[in-house]
């Protein structure tokens, strides 16, 4: 069974600041992908970042980027010079080789304070 | 391109009731996903799609069915609801049946409430 663990439920960041986001996951596949997902208010989640478990280079995106540590299992987000219009939910999402679909982290609650 | 789309936004049904909610994916996407997100479970997998066929399934009871058309448009239905089944409803879509590296775009969701 494969499991996500994000272990801050809220955040409060000053615009501008660096943040991470925490996540930690298992499974036993060798093969896997992870992602990060942002959710506003709204309800939609928006796709952020993908890292492949054979990517060898961290995954990267304008503000984004991963933080892959593949032997301790962990795939923290991180995003650089944080803005305001970036307070949201953030989830880590995984799917293995034989998954049925996204398992999902309980998510994190980003506050960007002014 | 426009993105995944999905009708109605948001429902209110009694319980007993049945609702079908409705997902047309990006154009090109041939896979579709189901999730429900409610504030005690988080997001679940309900069930994907690709090519009119299911492909997965999620542990959830035979009242949540789906079904997918020939143009890749999807459609969910609930029967005989119950109080636990409100939540907000998201589809997602992928290019192809879902691999690790298959990337799902999501729509806004159908938030439904049963009363």
Same mark, same amino acid.
């Given at each position: 069974?494969?499991?996500?663990?994000?272990?801050?439920?809220?955040?409060?960041?000053?615009?501008?600041?660096?943040?991470?986001?925490?996540?930690?996951?298992?499974?036993?596949?060798?093969?896997?992908?992870?992602?990060?997902?942002?959710?506003?208010?709204?309800?939609?989640?928006?796709? #952020?970042?993908?890292?492949?478990? !054979?990517?060898?280079?961290?995954?990267?995106? $304008?503000?984004?980027? =991963?933080? *892959?540590? &593949?032997?301790?299992?962990?795939?923290?987000?991180?995003?650089?010079?944080?803005? #305001?219009?970036?307070?949201?939910? !953030?989830?880590?999402?995984?799917?293995?080789? $034989?998954?049925?679909? =996204?398992? *999902?982290? &309980?998510?994190?609650?980003?506050?960007?304070?002014? | 391109?426009?993105?995944?789309?999905?009708?109605?936004?948001?429902?209110?049904?009694?319980?007993?009731?049945?609702?079908?909610?409705?997902?047309?994916?990006?154009?090109?996407?041939?896979?579709?996903?189901?999730?429900?997100?409610?504030?005690?479970?988080?997001?679940?997998?309900?069930?994907?799609?690709?090519?009119?066929?299911?492909?997965?399934?999620?542990?959830?009871?035979?009242?949540?069915?789906?079904?997918?058309?020939?143009?890749?448009?999807?459609?969910?239905?609930?029967?005989?609801?119950?109080?636990?089944?409100?939540?907000?409803?998201?589809?997602?879509?992928?290019?192809?049946?879902?691999?690790?590296?298959?990337?799902?775009?999501?729509?806004?969701?159908?938030?439904?409430?049963?009363?």
């Amino acid at each position: 069974a494969q499991k996500i663990t994000q272990t801050q439920p809220g955040m409060f960041v000053q615009e501008k600041e660096a943040v991470t986001l925490d996540c930690t996951y298992d499974t036993s596949d060798p093969s896997y992908g992870l992602f990060w997902y942002k959710q506003p208010s709204s309800g939609e989640m928006i796709f #952020l970042i993908y890292q492949g478990s !054979y990517d060898q280079q961290n995954a990267t995106e $304008g503000r984004y980027s =991963l933080n *892959f540590q &593949k032997a301790r299992k962990s795939a923290n987000l991180v995003i650089s010079a944080s803005q #305001l219009g970036d307070s949201a939910m !953030y989830f880590c999402a995984m799917v293995g080789g $034989g998954a049925d679909g =996204l398992t *999902f982290g &309980k998510g994190t609650h980003l506050i960007i304070q002014p | 391109k426009a993105g995944v789309t999905q009708t109605p936004r948001y429902l209110i049904k009694t319980r007993g009731q049945q609702v079908t909610l409705s997902c047309s994916p990006i154009s090109g996407h041939r896979s579709v996903s189901w999730y429900q997100q409610t504030p005690g479970q988080g997001l679940q997998f309900l069930f994907e799609y690709f090519s009119e066929t299911q492909r997965n399934k999620g542990n959830f009871p035979g009242r949540f069915s789906g079904r997918q058309f020939s143009n890749s448009r999807s459609e969910m239905n609930v029967s005989t609801l119950e109080l636990g089944d409100s939540a907000l409803y998201l589809c997602a879509s992928s290019l192809e049946a879902r691999q690790t590296q298959e990337t799902q775009y999501f729509g806004p969701g159908t938030r439904l409430l049963v009363l």
